[in-house]
Each structure stands twice: as structure tokens, then as C-alpha cells.
């Protein structure tokens, strides 16, 4: 299991990878709001089990 810093980490990393921008982001890959995305950034907020296990996939997803 990762732990909040090793999530906000790969979170950071996904969206780098993707070329989006954080809103984007949400919106499109995380179906999220920009702010709550900015949440689990910050450490203000956890990152939810189901995000974290996503973060972890192996293999690139496929960006919008």
C-alpha cells in the first residue's frame, strides 16, 4: 500500500505524463473538480483507495 506522499507523488507524475493541465486532468481523466484533485495534492485531503490503486497500474492510460 502507498502511503499518502507515494500517492501524491504518482498523482503528480500521472498528470505530468499525460501533458494535461491539473483542471484538465480532473475533469477529463479523474472525473473530478479541480479542487478536490488540488486537495489530494496538497495533503489536505487523502487520496481515495480506488485513486490509489489506479495510481499504481503498471501500464500508461490512455489520456484523453
Known sequence: MLTEEEAIE???QRITESGLSTTRFA???MVRERRT???WLSGHSA?????R???QQPER????
Not at 47 to 51: F, K, S
Not at 61 to 64: D, I, M, V
Open 27 to 29: 475533469n477529463l481523466v
Open 47 to 51: 487520496i481515495p483507495l480506488l485513486v
Open 61 to 64: 492510460s490512455p489520456w484523453p
Open 10 to 12: 504518482l498523482l503528480r
Open 53 to 55: 490503486e489506479w495510481l
Open 37 to 39: 484533485v488540488g486537495r
